[in-house]
């Protein structure tokens, strides 16, 4: 009774007189509604295997998830993911009121690091642009920053320009695991980026138009894989589309950030129907001379569309039938079966 009164005291001071609360407990589910805060229902959260369902509406506000919310599960109430957004507009150069820049990860609009999250049927979305604002030098822009082991993301759309998904680990040395599955992503520079060991299964990678003179326009992943760690990115079962001109994108370039210098970025694109605006002849470049991409752990297997065609085979280096076996889903998450697969 006592958690009921709380949550009914917080909703009433987020509403506008005569609308609905903002959200409501049953049952360990908080209902948040068009002019109430998802933060705010994240806030009210007290345990583990909490639920909030987002109804329809745009939700303009930053929502961070932290680590002691753990086995959340944050999901639209329509299976629509269009119908449910959680936007905010800020980049790693947008200065803070008590100074200083926001940086990569502190400019992203969702970010979570709690074990075992469950994202479902919501778009989390990143709107600033970089010519509203030509004095930011700083122009990545994060949706969703992600560092939970566990973490889980279902028939999610995942929006913005540079550094769209921020998958990454809880530390240096940790080896914490994502699993995507039927999701959009979509953007323009690296916009799949980070050490986290994480599965891409049947999501569609969308590579934005530019209008920028040179080439390449960008890349859709940039992993930072900790050498220690047998599994990077592992993308599976599905498609790379462009907005852009044909062959304006890569596939990849290799993350060796200044604080990892040791890193050994790993990527297997398998199963994978590539459209042409990958540059197929030379799929892969560097981000650092220092750190040339032949170096890395990059492998690809069976994949299918224009943007796949092997003309230069020294340019991509593919997994044996054998070395496939050990790149799936399973080898990826170890012991964890996320919810409905197999």
Known sequence: MRRRTLLSGIAGGLVAAGAAPAFAATRRVLHVRRGGSVQAAVDAVDGPGWTIVVHPG????????????????????????????????????????????????????????APGLTVRDLTLANDWLRADHPDITGTQAVAAYVTGDRSHFENVRLLAHQDTLFADTTALDAFDRQYYRNCHIEGDVDFVFGRARAVFESCRFHTLRRDVSFTPKGMVFAPSTARANPYGFLALRGRITSGAEDGAYKIARPWVPSYETTAWPSLVVRDTWIGPGIDAAAPYTNMREAYPWQTMRFREYRNSGPGAAVTVPENRPRLTDAEAALHTRRTYLGDWRPDGCP
């Open 58 to 113: 745009t939700y303009r506000e930053v929502v961070a998830v932290p680590a002691d919310k753990a086995e959340l599960t944050l999901r639209g109430a329509s299976r629509d993911p269009r119908a449910a957004v959680i936007v905010f507009d800020r980049a790693n150069g947008t200065p803070r009121p008590e100074g200083g820049t926001y940086g990569t990860a502190g400019s992203a609009t969702f970010t979570s690091a």
